[in-house]
């Protein structure tokens, strides 16, 4: 069969999709008619507010207009990582001082949070904390990792410049300028961790319902009503935890501040772990500085590469993507050109105009929006502020004093990811030496 042919007709599932926990039937039941919180969205954010406002005794309801955890939750890379996409000079051109080294510590202690829950929850999700090594995609890429190195090490983190002659103990290939390791960081399996927080979220008495979508939300008294596929649910508090998959269903002022972007994976088949491991021995977490960067793994097992990207800013098909991104593997490691692809999917990466999450509330209804593609530990740090907060147990955050705006002419669908999506390439283009 010729290499091309192999390209086609792969699964758009997500390879983690075999681990995933879809709901129970009872899920599919009618809403029932009252709770103290409603949650819209069973991903990380609604599941760790699930989890803690139910541990702190109230009835709680989670409504996912899918299967549980259809959106980002179980399609991400797994990556966990506290680094924001503003680096703490950014942070403090933006905001003041104060604000900055806030926002810079919680992204690093949502790690911290990440790890501690799911010791405590006793989530088994192949969580290792292995670090994360950038590489350089061009010699000022490497300059500019090395100068944010010793803003980094004024504020305690841990990193190491890799130079590009020493590379290849992080990473054999050839393509990159150096890079630099973080400590602070590590992988999972993303639907074994949301099967844990189900898990975890049932056994403190949360009530789920699956494939319902909430269609409207009203205020009415000191509570709201919201009207689902399946009959309508009263709830003192509401929690809207919908990300990049909000619809028109969810208010439209959140929507009109959400840019949602289409982010793509592909698994490899298995292969031989060890000639896998050779080729990101201390097996990081991997991300390559350019805009429209590539990431990528060995799954947890060790025996496929995961490999990701955003290979295009217009939908495509899931054999447009498996093309693109095994091409733009086959670059990065050219000994993997022949290596079958099995699984090609994508999801929603939610960002802002900003480039940084938003927590908080509108009309009173609670929010944590805009991860920016580093959700899997911020997203869960957020949920569990916001259940806090809403227990009267704290939950402040520095991300309720980010700026959360948008553009005239933009109502929620990213009319110019395609412009942008180019515009990118052309940099990358520019900044890559040319041979
Ligand atoms: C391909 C990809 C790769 C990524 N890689 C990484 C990574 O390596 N590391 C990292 O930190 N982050 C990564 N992310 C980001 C991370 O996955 C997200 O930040 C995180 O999962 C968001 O969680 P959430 O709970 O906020 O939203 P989601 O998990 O997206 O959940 C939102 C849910 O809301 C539901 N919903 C929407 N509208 C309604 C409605 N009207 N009624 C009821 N339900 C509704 C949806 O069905 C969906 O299940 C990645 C994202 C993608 C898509």
Avoid at 142 to 152: N, Q, T
């Amino acid at each position: 069969m010729s290499h091309a042919a192999r390209l086609q007709n792969i699964p758009s599932d997500p390879y983690w999709w075999q681990a995933r926990d879809q709901g129970r039937p009872g899920d599919t039941e009618n809403v029932p008619a009252t709770c103290d919180v409603a949650i819209i969205g069973s991903g990380y954010t609604g599941l760790s507010a699930a989890y803690r406002l139910a541990s702190g005794g109230l009835k709680v309801v989670v409504i996912d207009a899918a299967d549980l955890g259809f959106g980002a939750s179980t399609r991400n890379g797994g990556m966990v990582s506290g680094t924001l996409k503003l680096s703490h000079k950014e942070l403090c051109a933006a905001y003041d001082r104060d604000t900055a080294n806030a926002l810079f510590q919680e992204g690093q202690d949502s790690v911290l949070f990440l790890e501690q829950s799911i010791a405590e929850k006793g989530i088994d999700c192949d969580y290792q904390r292995m670090g994360m090594y950038f590489a350089a995609y061009a010699p000022k890429h490497y300059e500019a990792l090395a100068r944010e190195a010793e803003e980094l090490a004024a504020l305690g983190v841990e990193t190491r410049m890799v130079p590009q002659a020493e590379q290849r103990s992080e990473l054999a290939s050839d393509i990159y300028y150096g890079g630099r390791t973080t400590v602070m960081a590590g992988g999972l399996h993303p639907a074994k961790y949301h099967a844990g927080l189900v898990a975890a979220c049932r056994a403190a008495g949360v009530v789920f319902r699956s494939r319902c979508r909430v269609r409207r939300t009203v205020r009415q008294g000191q509570g709201y009503v919201l009207s689902t596929d399946r009959g309508s649910l009263r709830a003192d508090q509401v929690i809207v935890a919908t990300n990049a998959y909000s619809d028109p269903g969810m208010p439209w002022f959140l929507r009109r501040r959400v840019i949602p972007i289409g982010s793509y994976i592909i698994a490899t088949e298995q292969m031989d772990s060890a000639k896998l491991r050779a080729l990101i021995p201390a097996a990081r977490m991997i991300q390559d500085t350019k805009r429209n960067l590539f990431y990528y793994r060995l799954s947890p097992d060790g025996t496929r590469m995961i490999f990701g990207g955003r290979t295009s800013f217009r939908p495509i098909s899931s054999d447009e993507s498996a093309t693109r991104l095994h091409a733009a593997m086959s670059t990065v490691f050219p000994s993997l050109a022949k290596a079958r692809v099995e699984h090609s999917w994508t999801g929603n990466v939610a960002f802002t105009f900003q480039k940084l999450p938003h927590v908080g509330q509108h009309e009173g209804i609670h929010f944590a929006l805009g991860c920016c593609g580093q959700g899997v530990a911020l997203m869960s740090y957020f949920g569990d502020r916001i259940g806090r907060r809403i227990l009267g147990q704290g939950g402040d955050t520095a991300f309720a004093r980010t700026r959360f705006t948008t553009m005239p002419g933009y109502s929620g669908h990213p009319w110019f990811l395609p412009a942008v999506g180019e515009f990118y390439r052309l940099l990358d283009w520019l900044e890559r030496p040319k041979s």
